[in-house]
């Protein structure tokens, strides 16, 4: 017997029942901008390094530039197409980049938890711990925002067994940290539910250029042939479905990357009036208000 992670059950997409996003549309996008901080010459590295060099000052800088011109460069170019974003936000940010979180707010974007800082990973903590880092996270978003958030995402995607249950515990309602559907679904925790957003593993710069070392052209295409994919597919199939795109301001925000990027966003706001353009958080509401039964749960 194979062991079973107990969070939710197997599910074909085409046996569930078919529902709408709110504007009668049948696919959802989201774009996810990683707002990340990094502690200096120790923790979690990079894959564009050799692993003797992944904490290096070279991989610090290279990272340390997404705050200091990537991040600025991808919202002027998000404000230049009116595209709505999420941010997943190392609280760690508030210390060390305080004029980021300003321009996420003047913009009214959603803010993510996504824990203190992305040189530590979250699974490898004592519950005792995990439990104090998501309470401590949630609290200073919450004393800066105004609001706690209702998503969180891991650093790198990391869960101890008890990840679900805490997150649930602590408030969330939904998490990015499992990436097995095209559409948002209910997992099992020990005190209720929590809902599992769709996330990028591959829609995503730091996997696909940095680890798998696609160029910036390939990337793009890559995401502009996904949405394609998926906007036929939901269409004549009738299944509602969400394509996410997760972006890291030191990766895309490079200039050359960002003209590439460019073209897929105008390619995919040119299909405007045929998608749901969102961010995570109103997905969630919109999923939570739905007849019982709609969305898979175990």
């Given at each position: 017997?194979?062991?079973?992670?107990?969070?939710?059950?197997?599910?074909?997409?085409?046996?569930?029942?078919?529902?709408e996003?709110?504007?009668?549309?049948?696919?959802?996008?989201?774009?996810?901008?990683?707002?990340?901080?990094?502690?200096?010459?120790?923790?979690?590295?990079?894959?564009?390094?050799?692993?003797?060099q992944?904490?290096?000052?070279?991989?610090?800088?290279?990272?340390?530039?997404?705050?200091?011109?990537?991040?600025?460069?991808?919202?002027?170019?998000?404000?230049?197409?009116?595209?709505?974003?999420?941010?997943?936000?190392n609280?760690?940010?508030?210390?060390?980049?305080?004029?980021?979180?300003?321009?996420?707010?003047?913009?009214?974007?959603?803010?993510?938890?996504?824990?203190?800082?992305?040189?530590?990973?979250?699974?490898?903590?004592?519950?005792?711990?995990?439990?104090?880092?998501?309470?401590?996270?949630?609290?200073?978003?919450?004393?800066?925002?105004?609001?706690?958030?209702?998503?969180?995402?891991?650093?790198?995607?990391?869960?101890?067994?008890?990840?679900?249950?805490?997150?649930?515990?602590?408030?969330?309602?939904?998490?990015?940290?499992?990436?097995?559907?095209?559409?948002?679904?209910?997992?099992?925790?020990?005190?209720?539910?929590?809902?599992?957003?769709?996330?990028?593993?591959?829609?995503?710069?730091?996997?696909g250029?940095?680890?798998?070392?696609?160029?910036?052209?390939?990337?793009?295409?890559?995401?502009?042939?996904?949405?394609?994919e998926?906007?036929?597919?939901?269409?004549?199939?009738?299944?509602?479905?969400?394509?996410?795109?997760?972006?890291?301001?030191?990766?895309?925000?490079?200039?050359?990357?960002?003209?590439?990027?460019?073209?897929?966003?105008?390619?995919?706001?040119?299909?405007?009036?045929?998608?749901?353009?969102?961010?995570?958080g109103?997905?969630?509401?919109?999923?939570?208000?739905?007849?019982?039964?709609?969305?898979?749960?175990?």
């Amino acid at each position: 017997m194979l062991k079973d992670h107990g969070r939710y059950n197997y599910s074909s997409l085409p046996s569930r029942p078919q529902y709408e996003w709110p504007n009668g549309s049948k696919l959802a996008v989201y774009v996810a901008m990683n707002i990340e901080a990094f502690s200096y010459g120790e923790g979690k590295g990079a894959a564009i390094a050799p692993p003797d060099q992944a904490v290096s000052h070279s991989i610090y800088s290279w990272r340390d530039y997404g705050n200091r011109v990537g991040f600025w460069r991808l919202m002027d170019l998000f404000d230049s197409l009116d595209i709505p974003v999420q941010h997943q936000i190392n609280t760690a940010i508030y210390e060390t980049c305080p004029d980021i979180p300003e321009r996420i707010r003047a913009r009214g974007d959603e803010f993510l938890g996504h824990g203190y800082s992305n040189s530590d990973e979250q699974g490898q903590l004592p519950e005792a711990q995990e439990r104090q880092l998501i309470q401590e996270c949630t609290e200073i978003i919450t004393r800066h925002e105004g609001k706690a958030p209702t998503g969180w995402m891991s650093p790198w995607l990391s869960n101890s067994e008890v990840s679900m249950d805490l997150l649930q515990e602590a408030g969330y309602r939904y998490v990015m940290d499992w990436t097995m559907d095209d559409q948002p679904i209910w997992m099992k925790t020990r005190r209720g539910r929590i809902l599992s957003m769709p996330y990028p593993v591959e829609a995503n710069d730091n996997r696909g250029i940095v680890w798998y070392r696609y160029t910036s052209a390939e990337f793009t295409d890559m995401l502009i042939d996904n949405f394609d994919e998926m906007l036929e597919q939901s269409e004549r199939d009738g299944h509602p479905t969400v394509c996410p795109i997760s972006l890291h301001p030191f990766v895309v925000g490079r200039p050359y990357r960002i003209r590439e990027l460019r073209r897929a966003f105008e390619h995919i706001l040119s299909h405007r009036d045929r998608i749901w353009l969102t961010r995570p958080g109103d997905i969630c509401r919109h999923v939570e208000g739905l007849p019982d039964g709609t969305v898979p749960q175990k």
